[in-house]
């Protein structure tokens, strides 16, 4: 039998899983393993909580908790994020696990051993109140190339990955102090070395799309840089030489690993050799922005450790949210947790699939779920199985009818519904999953219009023969479903199987050891039903989402994104009224009279106006955030008091050379004073 290791990216445990979590990585990996345990695959699919790195150390600091606490907090949430959607995973483990730090350290020794990891010095800012080195997330500052508000490691609003020492004004973010740029030994990887293999993996491999290979290659079109394999950290799997006390290994020197130690912990418990799989065949499933971890660094490491590679990487795009980024700080998104305790977790499985390609970015948007959810599973896919069922219950005594005569519509839809398990699965084994959700869904309204022509109310009266030959081919049609709709929609392909009086699955949360086959197969698809097969009483599948429903969790959700940005502000209040300036400081800041003289909305944004202001001797580009309080035409020639020698910055791309006085509430501060004045 061959055997098949499925692993799914790493979620770190610093918050739970939101919706795109599961559109990128864990709902195409649990369709791709569903599909090949159900024909006959020996399937492992694995993962685990990422629990070490700067987020998670950072946010123990500023809530005085131990990391280990936060990460075992969060590993709870995110299993049982996962389990309700009914990922069905083998193994879910920890990357705090004793099994995990022994392999990763036994990983990193070996590479080290075979002169693929040196030392070398390097520049990293270090606090001297806090008396230690700060790596990435304790940094912030300005961004060097946007100029906006950045991490050290990376800028959220240009996208640039970024070295902390790069930052403008960069402060601790612990104690908010000035931190030095000092000198730090750490151990690096020869990525370099790898290049020209990495290159041909690349270029040979067919099972990786081709989005996959044009973002590796445009990583190593411009020769590859070696990269840092540790930390100064105290939170972390500590570098196994004794040359290297306070040292921890970089996380993505070791998360990688948290597949195999999740298979290996796994494997020990059942008696299993996990190398087995891993060796026969192993499928990565992430999301875009760790796609060049896992085609650059991850296979490196594995040629340093003469490793098989993966079979290949699938790479899940970006999810947006009512047309806009998610952003967790701002409380744009909706979390697993949420959406759930609303809709089923078959809805949202059919809608992340079916909204795009996977290798697509796209956007969740409330009234577009409603229309899918109401038109196609309810009105297209429930209707055409409630209506066959019901038929058959009331026409043949719930059985399945001995088909009469065929006409040319007939033989067409019989070879459709022969040819779809095939096509389906043909899709599904090239990760095209929505190509294969399409197939199914398209043969389904192919049905209902074959339904509605052939007319079988009237035929049990006018056509006994057509009649027959419709209901029979429609149940062979919603058998078929019931299997191939279960790695789609897992609890909604049961209930179909209920009403056939097939083998009904537990296929709710993660995988038991006792439950990993199947009792239903693939191939079942294929065989027809025999004529007198006795159906039970149907339900409908679906039911429609109501208008106030959609409305409810649209209030929600920008009532969440007002409630953060409402404690964001109060923070930089209780900040800045902390801070106090003298007299001869205050009397720096420039006020002056100006006139608005044009305004606009800045495209993108809900919340800012590009205004040109008449300041008397000149007209300024000013940028405020003043949207949602006025339209630009509401503001055309109000006399207002500008901040006029503030350095000129960036908003979502456009200068700003000033700023206008606002109460909290975004009231403009006015004044009757001339054009051009200076305000004392």
């Known amino acids: 039998m061959s055997k098949l290791f499925i692993s799914c ?25 569903r599909f090949n345990r159900m024909n006959g695959v020996d399937t492992v699919m694995v993962c685990s909580s990422d629990e070490h790195g700067t987020p998670i150390a950072v946010r123990a600091e500023q809530e005085n908790k131990d990391p280990i606490d936060i990460a075992t ?105 000035t931190p030095h740029v000092q000198q730090s030994e750490q151990y690096y990887f020869k990525l370099h070395e790898f290049e020209e293999p990495l290159r041909e993996w690349i270029s040979n491999n067919d099972h990786l799309s081709s989005n996959i290979k044009n973002f590796a290659k445009e990583w190593i079109k411009d020769g590859l840089k070696d990269w840092v394999m540790t930390r100064d950290m105290n939170w972390g799997i500590p570098v196994p030489l004794e040359e290297a006390e306070g040292k921890v290994l970089y996380v993505w020197a070791e998360a990688f690993i948290g597949y195999q130690s999740s298979a290996g912990a796994w494997a020990k418990e059942h008696g299993l050799d996990w190398k087995e799989y891993w060796d026969d065949k192993t499928v990565h499933f992430i999301g875009k922005d760790i796609i060049y971890h896992h085609t650059i660094f991850w296979p490196s490491m594995l040629m340093g450790h003469d490793w098989k590679l993966p079979y290949s990487v699938v790479g899940g795009g970006y999810l947006s949210l009512e047309g806009q980024k998610m952003s967790t700080s701002r409380g744009w998104v909706i979390w697993v947790k949420d959406f759930l305790e609303k809709f089923d977790s078959d809805l949202l499985r059919y809608y992340m699939v079916i909204n795009a390609p996977l290798s697509k970015d796209t956007d969740f948007s409330w009234d577009d779920f409603q229309r899918r959810i109401n038109n196609e599973l309810t009105d297209n896919l429930g209707n055409f199985i409630h209506r066959t069922f019901t038929f058959t219950n009331k026409f043949f005594d719930g059985k399945i009818p001995e088909p009469g005569r065929y006409d040319e519509v007939d033989k067409e839809f019989e070879a459709k519904i022969k040819a779809l398990p095939d096509t389906v699965a043909e899709k599904i084994e ?157 009397g720096k800041v420039q006020l002056v009279v100006g006139q608005v003289k044009e305004a606009e909305r800045i ?78």
């Open 603 to 680: 495209e993108g944004s809900d919340n800012l106006l590009k205004l040109q202001v008449d300041l008397g001797d000149e007209t300024r580009q000013i940028v405020a955030g003043l949207a949602k309080k006025y339209a630009p035409d509401e503001i055309i020639d109000r006399k207002v008091i500008v901040v006029a020698n503030l350095k000129p910055a960036k908003l979502f791309g456009v200068q700003s050379n000033g700023m206008l006085l606002a109460t909290d509430s975004m009231e403009l501060l006015t004044t009757e004073g001339n054009v051009g004045e200076y305000i004392k």
């Open 9 to 33: 990216a790493l979620p770190y445990a610093n918050g739970p899983c939101h919706l795109g979590h599961l559109r990128s990585t864990y709902i195409p990996a649990d369709i791709y393993a």
């Open 430 to 586: 090239e990760f095209e999953f929505r190509d294969g959700l399409l197939e199914i869904m398209t043969l389904t309204k192919e049905a209902n219009k074959y339904f509605n022509d052939k007319k079988p109310w009237k035929g049990v009266k006018e056509d006994i023969e057509s009649a027959k030959t419709c209901l029979y081919l429609s149940n062979q049609l919603v058998h078929e479903l019931a299997v191939i709709l279960t790695p789609y929609i897992p609890e909604s392909a049961q209930k179909i199987r209920e009403v056939l009086s097939m083998p009904v699955e537990n296929v709710k949360g993660f995988t038991e050891f006792d439950e990993r086959e199947p009792l239903v197969k693939w191939d079942e698809s294929k065989e027809f039903l025999e004529p007198g097969y006795k159906l039970k009483k149907a339900k409908p599948l679906f039911k429609k989402i109501e208008d106030k429903v959609i409305k409810e969790e649209k209030d929600k959700l920008y009532a969440l994104e007002q409630a953060e940005e409402q404690k964001e502000k109060d923070k930089k209040e209780e900040k800045n009224m902390s801070e106090q300036i003298s007299i001869d400081e205050f």
């Open 73 to 177: 907090y969060y590993h709870k949430v995110i299993e049982d994020d996962l389990k309700a959607c009914n990922i069905s995973l083998d193994s879910f483990r920890r990357t705090t696990d004793e099994l995990h730090y022994e392999m990763a350290q036994d990983f990193f020794k070996t590479l080290y051993d075979k002169g693929y990891i040196y030392e070398k010095k390097i520049d990293q800012l270090y606090c001297d109140t806090c008396q230690r080195s700060l790596p990435d997330r304790y940094v912030e500052g300005i961004c060097p190339y946007c100029d906006s508000e950045a991490r050290g490691d990376q800028c959220e609003v240009c996208g640039r990955h970024l070295n902390p020492t790069e930052l403008k004004e960069p402060h601790c973010l612990i104690c908010d102090g």
